[in-house]
């Protein structure tokens, strides 16, 4: 059974600061998916790395995925107000079908 | 968006009754998924369908069955409804491989 641990469970911050979330796991993963929750929706998809060493940006978001592909962080920057949600991460197998999902990161910024 | 809808939202049941909740999604994806989604636990994968009357167990399977009959929808039943099985549940849909997009959710309550 494939694991993904996330850190930390809960973050409080103001705007304008930093933040790290990780992911990691024992497990090699095909690929690495980062969710965004809202209250009351499902998950939305805000990207997906392959290849081991990836960083990708989204905005203030910068995802990177480890060399091993066995862990991925997702860092914001200048977090905002509009950035408080459940993040969870999620590592595809080989059949790139089945997801195990981390047990997700829940952050509020405040204004 | 894969034009997944839910129903119900929201269900308020009692210990032994069975409950039937649906998927239906409008984009001809061929996996669709069953989770749960419970407080320090993320996302937990209870069955999925790989095509019409192919189903297969996920991780947390035990109290629920599934079917798919269409394409388009894809129902979870609790046979004998418990008030461990109080959760909110996903349904996800996936085309090919990696990106699964997820239903609003439905929120039942097992008294």
């Known amino acids: 059974t494939q694991l993904l641990e996330q850190s930390p469970q809960f973050l409080s911050i103001q705007e304008g600061e930093n933040l790290t979330v990780y992911c990691n796991s024992s497990?090699?993963?095909?690929?690495l998916q980062w969710y965004r929750q809202e209250p009351g929706e499902g998950p939305v998809l805000l990207v997906t790395?392959?290849?081991?060493?990836e960083v990708k940006k989204l905005k203030r978001l910068t995802f990177q995925f480890g060399d091993a592909r066995k862990d991925s962080s997702l860092h914001i920057t200048a977090a905002q107000p509009g950035d408080t949600g459940l993040y969870l991460c999620?590592?595809?197998?080989?059949?790139?079908?089945?997801?195990?999902f981390g047990g997700g990161t829940r952050l509020m910024v405040k204004p | 968006d894969a034009g997944i809808t839910q129903s119900p939202r929201h269900k308020v049941t009692e210990t032994g009754t069975p409950v039937t909740l649906r998927c239906h999604q409008t984009?001809?994806?061929?996996?669709m998924y069953w989770y749960r989604q419970d407080p320090g636990h993320g996302l937990r994968l209870i069955h999925y369908?790989?095509?019409?009357?192919?189903?297969d167990k996920g991780e947390v399977s035990d109290g629920y069955s599934v079917s798919r009959s269409k394409t388009e929808d894809f129902l979870l039943t609790l046979e004998s409804a418990t008030s461990s099985q109080t959760s909110v549940y996903f349904c996800?849909?996936?085309?090919?491989?990696?990106?699964?997009?997820f239903g609003p959710g439905t929120r039942l309550t097992v008294l």
């Open positions: 999620a590592g595809a197998g080989n059949a790139g079908n089945m997801l195990t």
């Open positions: 497990s090699v993963f095909s690929s």
């Open positions: 790395v392959v290849t081991g060493g």
């Open positions: 984009e001809n994806h061929r996996y």
């Open positions: 369908s790989y095509g019409v009357k192919d189903t």
């Open positions: 996800a849909t996936m085309r090919g491989s990696d990106t699964q997009y």
